[in-house]
Every structure is written in C-alpha cells, then in structure tokens.
C-alpha cells in the first residue's frame, strides 16, 4: 500500500489567528516520536498547516482536494481570504495539522479531517467537517475503531485523534477523578469522559455539532446526534437455513469490501485458534489473499492456545509466525504499549497484542482480527446474565438490579469503593453510579428482548469503548492498518434480525455462525468451547515482577497522588481487599492499577516522587510468606 497510519490535530473558532497557529506548529514540533508511526522508523518532517477558514462565509466548495500532508510537502492550497471579521469580535478560523503519512484518498466532501482504522478513508471511523451554516461536526462511527477527542480554550475547539496531542493545548492537566472511577470500574475509561479534566471523548455512532452565534462570536453548547443505534428488528428470521445462506453471503462481501484495495501484497491475520480469528483466516484464503498467520504463545505459565491456531493454519495451508511471549518480553514492551494505547487500559491482553503487532508489521502492513465475533453472535458467557434477567423480571424487589448483575461481569473494582480510594476521591465519587454507564447500552426500548440488549451492550461497551480502539492504537504504533472483518455495518445489522434460538441454542453459543462456517473449518476448532486469552498475570505478578510491583504502585507514590490507598497492592496479594479478588482476579486487579499508574507516568508525564520502602515487595516472595506465617 506504500502509505502509513497517521494522526490529526486542528482547532475551529474565534481567536487570534497568529497565536493559535504557533500553538498547533508548536505542537507538531515537539511530538514523541511514537504519535509519528512509521515501519521502525521516525518521521523527520516538520508539520504541515492544511487550510485556514475564509471567515463566517467560507465557501467549502473551493478548498484544495489535497488535505493530507506528505514528508513536509507544502499544499496547493488557494489563497486563504481571511473575510471582514464578525463586528470587531475576530475571524472564524481554523487549521489542521497530520502526524505521519498519508496517501489514502481525501477527506470526503466538507470533511477537513478523517481518520480511519483500515486505511480505507471511503469509510472514515472518525472525521471533522463542516456545514454550510457554519457549524463543526465531529463524528464516529459505531464500532469505535477510531477515538475522537476535543476540549474548548476559550472560544475555540480543539480536536484531535489522540489525546496526547491535545495535552500541550491545556494549561494544565489534571486527571478526571469520574474518568479514573469509570476506569477503575471497567478497566477502560467510559466515553464521554477521559482522564483529563476538560479533555473529552466523542462517543462511537454519535456527531456533536456546534454551531455559533454570528452576532456575539460565542461558540453554544454541543448538539448531540445519535447517527446509529443498535436496534432489535421488529421481524425476527427464525428459519435456520436461510440465515445460513444469508449470513456466508455478508461474511463473503465483508471481507472483498475490506480487501478492494490490496494488489498483491500479503497480509497478516491474528489467528487465536478461536472462532472468529480462524473464520477470518479461512475468509481470505477463499478470496485468494496471500495470508500470514501470527499466534502468541505463552508457554507453559499460560493456558495455551497455540495448538488451535497451528492445527487451523495447517487446514488453511498459511504459514503460521509463533509469537513466544515471556515475562522478560513483557516487561520489555510494557511503557511503550502504555504510550501506544494513549488511554489506560487495564486489560492484560494488551501487551502481548502489542508484541504480536510489532512481529507482524516486520513483514505486512495491513493486518486482520478477528474482533467483534462476540459482539455480534452472543459469544461471551451470557447465561449467568439471561439467568440473572430471568430472575429479575420475576422478582423486581431482588437484592440486586440486572443492571448490577452486569456491573459484576466486568470483574474489577467496582462495590470495593471504600478500600480502594483515600477520603478525598471517596467522598467525590459518592454521587457517582458506574450503572449510569450502562444504562444507554442496555435500553430496553431498542431491544426489548434480553439476548439482543446483552448484543447492544457489548457492542456498545466492551466493544467500542475497549477491544476495537485499542487494537487499532496498538497496530497504529507499528504502522500497521487493522482491518476487522466482523466490524461491518450490513453484517452487524442483520444480527439484529436473528431469533435468540439462532444465537444460543442451549448451551452452544454462538450457533448460527458455527453452522454458517463449519465446512470452512475443522469440526474441532468450530464446535469446541469458548475459552478467553490465558494471560497469566497473576503468576507473572507474584513471581516474575514481584519486586517491581513495588515500584510501579509504590506506597508513597500512591500516597503522593491522593488517590487510591496507598498499600493497595499488598492488601490484594494478602486476599484482603475482597473475597471476589482470589486467583486470577489477583493479577487482573494489580495489572490494572499498574497499568494506571505507568499511564499517569509515561502519558501525562507527572515527575515521580520519591519512593518508600514501607511494602513487602522488596523482599523475597518466600521470605515474605514465611513472615506472614510466623505472624498468623
């Protein structure tokens, strides 16, 4: 494809355009070298300025086609007609810069900006345009595969595609006390909210709009449209055969939408051994694609996967790339998966994704995932859920709302408030409810029936908000464009129309698509049991970096930052902070405050403290135990 992933930043507003122009120059010349992402190497080129506005009426119709910037090329902009100005109160500007290289297509009409995750700016993920009544739209798509940020300085908006370009813009930046609970809850930060006060995230399937008053040059508030919503249809397809037919004609047209634009070049495929990696696979092998399968493996400390995707590469005839992912790998790759991922992320399945993006993009630049399957077919564990739905809907007055039930799946720290933070976060979180977040995703109005709101919700949580943006920040660090085949719009939507029996028949889950698939694949691969990703962090935690827990959630640096308690870490290893928080929760607890606190470190740049040595991390792991012992 010859070009490389990239990202933006612009302003649109009332302000001085000088200033407002060094600001964003200023920016572009100070970039780490991992927000400029090229195959290994950094980009050495200064930041292009890709258009200013020509006052209120500006005519969008004339501007150059030539928005993307490349090695420092200049434009071929035509000359920019500053207008007369908004009765003394300034001119309506604004100004765009890319980080790294693009040689897709432009911008769509009226679009002065558009990213996308596959590389295929047809269909852009996320994008800034204007209307001809002088409005700014930022919009995403639905899936979330690409985030969407602004905050206001005054009366002009900034925007960007990564929240590290817009922290230069603040005065100041504070973390967002609603965005760490939200993060502390679900392991990622809920949308709208981010972790920076004043910095805030376009929600997936929504266009903010605002528009401003010509007579006072005050921008109004934000208009919030909801361009897409998953919608139970009113007629279910119940007929098993014609769904299958159906269902393999939208599998088929989604991957040649995804593969119009390759010539002969391989391409990689994350091959899980699991279902929906091994469907894709085996979709581009019957498109004739050169493919290249990578699997990690994680050795005897994990549950290993490895056999699956070598047995489906076997059956496919694709060459498969073992991805040994080590204590030492791990620890090696973990600050600059922290940088890649932009937000923190507390899942432990994202540094060995982002090995095995860094394996892949020595020999391909577009890779394919598997992700969404779930999404769409009901593939993670919903029984405990439609039980718990069942139960509430014959006892309303239970203990628990349905809506707590599904707080529980996420597993982290939510109901553990109080041993988690110090007073002052505590007491600010108190009119805070995580359910809040959830209520959207599970509107019973769009889908009146359990199984399809448990979709919804996990399209519209765990989907777009977690899995799909930060596979697309981890392939982006290494240049590589992420295509996910399951994240199609006609495909997703026909989901909708499928009876609960086609989804989950008995215990079998996803059902329609094994049906739909099982003469693509092995029996074996396309009927065995779902299992997740066997990150085995709680033996890496309590063996491997035992020490270097007690760096990363150091007491005193905790204690420094006034959030959470400082010797929370310990507390978990003892099996104190919750009776939930045993065995493999140990691990996912601790990788999410580490992941946290190296974000604060690593992303905002906070100066570290000094550190104590007030924690049981500095001795020996068994010396430590035995100690515990001779005290109980």
Known sequence: MGNIPHHFLGYWGYGAQHELEALLSSVGENLSPNLSPTRGEALNFPPTLVGKARGVSQDLENLSPNLSPTRGEALNFPPTLVGKGVRGLGLKIWNVIYIGLDGNSPPQQNQIAAISASGLLTSPDAWVSFQENNCLILGREPFGKMPLYWTQQGQVIWFASQLQLLLPILQQSEVNISGLYGYSCFSYVPTPLTPINGVFAIPAGTELVWQSDCQSGILRSPESKNIHSWREASEQLIDEATAITELQTLLKDSI???????????????????????????????????????????????????????????????????????????????????????????????????????????????????????????????????????????????????????????????????????????????????????????????????????????????????????????????GLWVRSPFCDLPLAEWTFRLSGELCLQGACEKYILKRAVENWLPPEIVWRQKRGMGVPLTSWCLNDFWHQIGTWLNPEILRAHNHFYPHIAAQIVEGKLGAAIQGRRIGETLWLLIMWQLWRSHVLKEEPSKQSWDHPFWLYRRLWRSYKRWQG
């Open 256 to 478: 040649e939408r995804q593969i119009a634009d390759l010539k002969d070049e391989p391409v990689g495929v994350f091959l899980s051994g699991g279902l929906d990696s091994s469907v894709v696979a085996a979709l581009l092998v019957k498109a004739g694609v050169k493919v290249r399968a990578y699997a990690l493996d994680f050795g005897d400390a994990g549950i290993s996967e490895y056999p699956y995707s070598e047995q489906v590469a076997q059956f496919l005839k694709i060459p498969l790339i073992k991805v040994a992912v080590t204590p030492s790998s791990i620890k090696n790759a973990l600050i600059p998966t922290v940088q890649a991922l932009d937000l923190p992320f507390g899942d432990g399945v994202c540094v060995p994704l982002y090995l095995l993006s860094e394996r892949a993009s020595q020999e391909t630049q577009v890779i394919f995932n598997g992700e969404g399957g779930d999404q769409l077919f009901a593939g993670w564990t919903n029984k405990p859920l439609i039980a718990a739905g069942v139960y509430q809907a014959e006892n309303p007055a239970g203990e628990e709302t349905f809506i707590q039930q599904y707080l529980r799946t996420f597993h982290r720290l939510g109901g553990y408030e109080s041993q988690v933070y110090q007073p002052e976060v505590y007491g600010q979180i108190q009119n805070l409810h995580p359910e809040d977040w959830l209520l959207a995703a599970l509107d019973r109005y769009e889908c009146p029936s359990l199984l399809h709101r448990l979709r919804r919700a996990s399209l519209m949580l765990k989907g777009a908000q977690n899995i799909h943006p930060r596979a697309t920040a981890l392939g982006f660090a290494h």
